[in-house]
């Protein structure tokens, strides 16, 4: 369980490298910061393990955790001079139970994605397939693409074989978190963003419809691998 916190923990790192040398957080809600960690966290790591192959470097976690050091204390800087802070929930009795829905919601899946093996056909010969042929091949090869006849892109596979790497071998179901998380972070984000213009009541009641939908919960890790329909 350590090495899953920190693959977690690690993929968040690497996001809070990027997002804040990018966007403001005076003008960015928290919510929204939070889940930009995972998403864009989510991709660079990809990415990086995309170019080493490139670069014909090794996934070391080493190699893999030092080029983000400088960035990620100059982002962390960059939050202290902005004051970057966590806000307090404050709502009414109908804003709080919608709160707590969501909250209930997000951990239902997230306990589901844990107990449960990945049940469909797609994400067994697709999505998780790939992870684990760039994992035991320790490197996206051309032939896999060449027999398999895959057209999709590496870079979120990727991210699922560097769970397998950091884990020391393919697992199945624990894998389903890098997805569940996906899924609490898109309704981060499409939270704070409707809060910008609706109230917030409305916007709590929207964002639980949008991650209550059974294709939603289904790809963040219920059922599915969510690497082409959430992530």
Request: net charge positive; hydrophobic share 50%; proline share 5%.
């Amino acid at each position: 369980m350590t090495t899953i916190i920190f693959i977690l923990f690690f993929v968040f790192f690497v996001g809070t490298s990027v997002v804040p040398l990018l966007v403001n957080s005076k003008k960015t809600s928290f919510i929204i910061m939070i889940s930009l960690f995972w998403i864009v966290g989510f991709g660079a790591l990809g990415l990086q393990m995309f170019y080493y192959v490139i670069l014909n470097l090794p996934w070391n976690i080493l190699y893999i955790i030092l080029p983000w050091v400088i960035p990620f204390i100059l982002s962390i800087r960059k939050l202290q001079s902005e004051s970057f802070t966590i806000p307090k929930f404050k709502g009414n009795i109908i804003e709080k139970i919608l709160l707590a829905l969501i909250l209930g919601l997000f951990l239902f899946t997230g306990i589901e994605s844990i107990i449960r093996p990945l049940h469909t056909w797609d994400g067994w010969s697709s999505w998780i397939l790939r992870s684990k042929v760039y994992y035991y091949d320790k490197t996206v090869s051309p032939s896999y693409f060449h027999y398999a006849l895959d057209e999709d892109p590496p870079v979120v596979p990727l991210v699922g074989t560097f769970f397998y790497e950091m884990n020391g071998g393919p697992n199945d179901r624990l894998v389903l978190l890098l997805y569940f998380m996906s899924y609490t972070a898109l309704g981060g984000i499409f939270y704070g963003t409707t809060r910008i213009f609706l109230s917030q009541k409305i916007s709590l009641l929207f964002t639980f419809l949008l991650i209550s939908t059974q294709n939603i919960i289904r790809h963040g890790g219920r059922y599915e691998a969510g690497q082409g329909d959430l992530t």
